[in-house]
């Protein structure tokens, strides 16, 4: 499944690349738009068809295969005594996600109230740390992946998940630009699992979406932050109704 994702997102890149739309993968497959958009999402494209894609922008499967793997050999993941170092930098914590959201130097210090110099030298910090390569003039080139994504309950997520919170869900959700769902059922195990696939698909459906809209003028994109959560859980007030109550010591 991952190494499906990672080729199709590969695929989408190179259709960017060439100038193609869905409407025009649609016309070349001799298919409706609305089929090509849920081949994409539901990450079901045969080897055939994706050999027609292929052909229409004159490359072989074999080239998006490489592609791919050009991909990945990014970084996909910093380890944990980089996030500290970035959790414990507010400065820096703010220029990492301007950075990996494609700002660059210039929109930064034009959007903050930060100076240049202090900019330049909270990038040398992630040149150093091989997030970035920082070019002459202060350009900044990524070096992760397409696939990056902060550690699992590592010190960004805990950092987010004590301070952001509270103040995130402080909202009526009722713009037009959000959306709230709270969803409550009981699932089997291979359904969870199952529940699990989609939401992993749909978050890196939104980064291709980011990266897709990274070239965009800064004024035409909005920070936009979403949170994909599922866990068993029961409400707490709820507990001293259960039959089965788990044990609780007295000390």
């Known amino acids: ?53 292929c052909q ?21 993941q910093l380890t944990v005594e980089q996030e500290q ?15 990996l959201n494609k700002w660059t130097m210039m929109e930064i210090v034009e959007y903050y109230q930060l100076e240049e110099t202090y900019c330049i030298q909270k990038l040398a910090r992630l040149d150093k740390l091989k997030i ?10 990524l070096l992760v992946g397409a696939n990056f994504g902060w550690r699992d309950n590592g010190p960004i997520q805990a950092f987010f998940q004590q301070y952001i919170g509270q103040e995130f869900f402080n909202s009526r959700f009722s713009q037009d630009d959000e959306c709230l769902l709270v969803l409550n059922g009981m699932l089997s195990s291979a359904s969870n699992s199952e529940f699990q696939r989609k939401l992993k698909r749909i978050a890196q459906e939104f980064e291709v979406l980011n990266h897709e809209d990274s ?12 949170v994909l959560a599922i866990r068993s859980w029961r409400f707490g007030l709820s507990q001293h109704l259960l039959k089965n109550k788990p044990y609780q010591s007295s000390d």
């Open 85 to 99: 170092e970035i959790t414990k930098d507010l400065g820096l914590l703010l220029i990492t996600v301007c950075v």
């Open 56 to 76: 229409m922008m004159d490359m072989e499967i074999s080239d998006l295969v490489r592609a791919m793997s050009e991909q990945q050999t990014n970084l996909q």
């Open 215 to 226: 070239s965009l003028p800064l004024d035409d994109r909005n920070g936009i932050t979403v």
């Open 1 to 53: 499944m991952a190494q499906t994702s990672s080729l199709l997102i590969a695929l989408k890149k190179a259709l960017k690349a060439h100038g193609y739309t869905y409407a025009d993968v649609a016309k070349h497959l001799g298919l409706a738009q609305a089929s090509i958009k849920r081949l994409f999402s539901e990450e079901n494209i045969s080897l055939n068809r994706l050999d027609q894609i």
């Open 132 to 141: 970035i390569e920082l070019l002459p003039g202060n350009r900044i080139k």
